[in-house]
């Protein structure tokens, strides 16, 4: 690889960089694809629906808590902007694990990822039949979710460009209708249509900004982290379009305004406009009973159709993901692999393999909810927390290293750095120590520890057989 500083060359060792990190992928994923996907990664219906939780909890500091968290995601975001603009690579955070911690850590945080995003594929393939059931009753569950899950399963494995077109259009959707809501939000604020200007009423009053003192304040912060998840998608999604480096560098400097807007703003919205504890907020979602509020018609139905669409985002989303990181693993040696075989620029048995484990993840979901798919809820419920941990001791690895060697890579760089790592690697601490302090989340935690301390051993023991065979 050439090391030389000249512009053309430098531009040419990022895109070397990309070819041998994801040999015989297809690279057709579009600008439009990825900037979309930027956008709309954002918005799941864990911003929709659950949200709802956080505000009963936080009362109005639920916007100080989406705050605090949102800063946190944009500090992840950067650093692994950084390393996925220095490394393009489909496993994104686990290339870099694997390179500045070692093989066991990128085995670990990659199937951890990979385990997350099965298991998220199933309960949003569940909560998606729910809702066409409840417009269609008498139509089994199960049809609903075998039709989904092997409508994306089949369009993943014709071509990742399909994958970016129905991405495309879904945060196509999901964008129009947050900006939407957001415009309606603020016009009913200033009192032009609705019910008149609400004031500070609902921010000062029914017990004050903190109703439930610090304790809420927590409970609210907890529920904001994981309502950001989907960020890391496109810096997996980056590494199979023309220019990974520009796409990655595009993505997460637009992260901030993009956390700001959709994220706190509306939840100062909702917050500004309706009363905490109104029991809508929890039992119809802060989203539709603010459109109530406002007077939109057939608020609850239009919220469905967003809500629907943000499930089948994530669906697809995760069917990809997981079948890239599945690939990533098995290509770097750190699985079967049978799971590396590309054809049609599609590492088609890796998705199958991810589908599969999403399909069987439904079924235990029908089968055992409180007892075998709680438990495995549990095993990936902080998953994100210790994704971000790998990607902050990796990045202060990374980074130092690439200075030393190769400074003209770092076309993306972390805010004042060694710093804001460190912030923001006691961030995820501090947040996985609140879990352990909430009774609620102890059992959640203790789970997903459990899970990557044993995928860790399991990283090592498969790191010492490798070592073995190739010597």
């Known amino acids: 690889m050439s090391t030389t500083t000249a512009p053309q060359p430098t531009q040419q060792t990022g895109r070397q960089a990309e070819q041998a990190a994801t040999p015989g992928l297809s690279h057709s994923l579009r600008p439009r694809h990825l900037s979309m996907i930027a956008l709309g990664g954002v918005i799941g219906a864990g911003l ?33 902007g950084e390393m996925s603009a220095a490394r393009p690579a489909s496993g994104s955070f686990s290339v870099h694990a694997e390179k500045e911690i070692g093989a066991w850590a990128g085995f670990a945080s990659g199937w951890l990822f990979w ?12 909560g998606a039949a729910g809702i066409m059931t409840s417009w269609l009753p008498g139509t089994p569950t199960w049809m609903w979710v075998a039709l989904f899950m092997s409508f994306f399963c089949a369009s993943n494995l ?14 196509a959707i999901k964008v129009a209708a947050i900006v939407g809501f957001l415009v309606l939000g603020v016009l009913a604020v200033l009192g032009v249509v609705g019910n008149g200007a609400p004031g500070l009423t609902n921010l000062t009053g029914h017990g004050g900004f903190l109703p439930h003192g610090v304790n809420g304040l927590v409970t609210g912060l907890l ?59 929890v039992k119809n979602g802060p989203y539709v009973a603010t459109l109530n509020l406002i007077g939109v018609p057939a608020a609850a139905q239009i919220m469905n159709v967003v809500v629907l669409i943000a499930l089948l985002s994530a669906m697809n989303a995760n069917i990809y993901g997981s079948s890239r990181m599945a690939y990533s693993l098995v290509q770097r040696g750190l699985g079967p692999k049978a799971l590396a075989r590309v054809r049609g620029g599609v590492p088609r048995l890796a998705v199958l393999a991810s589908s599969a484990f999403g ?14 798919f709680a438990w495995l809820l549990n095993a990936v419920g902080a998953a994100v927390l210790v994704v971000w941990a790998f990607v902050c001791v990796a990045q202060l690895r990374m980074r130092r290293r690439l200075e030393r060697e190769a400074p003209e890579r770092l076309t993306v760089r972390m805010w004042a750095f060694p710093y804001l790592t460190w912030v923001a690697l006691a961030g995820v601490v501090a947040v996985l120590t609140l879990m352990l302090l909430s009774q609620g989340n102890r059992v959640q935690l203790a789970t997903t520890l459990g899970a990557t301390g044993v995928l860790s051993l399991l990283g090592l023991v498969w790191q010492r057989k490798t070592v073995r065979s190739r010597s």
């Open 223 to 281: 529920a904001s982290v994981f309502a950001y998840g989907g960020l890391e998608t496109v810096t997996i999604a980056a590494a199979e379009s023309k220019d990974p480096v520009r796409s990655v560098g595009n993505a997460v400097r637009t992260a901030m305004w993009r956390i700001a807007i959709f994220y706190v703003g509306s939840m100062a919205v909702i917050v500004t406009l309706l009363p905490w504890n109104n029991p809508n907020v």
């Open 359 to 372: 399909f069987f993840a439904v079924l235990l979901n029908f089968w055992w909810p409180t007892t075998v």
């Open 158 to 171: 014709t071509a990742v460009k399909n994958f970016g077109e129905f991405e495309f259009w879904f945060a």
């Open 115 to 126: 385990l997350l995003l099965c298991v998220g594929v199933s309960a949003e393939a569940t």
């Open 48 to 80: 929709f629906v659950g949200s709802g939780a956080g505000i009963a909890a936080a009362g109005p500091s639920i916007v100080l808590a989406f705050a605090a968290s949102g800063v946190l995601v944009m500090l992840i975001m950067r650093m692994l």
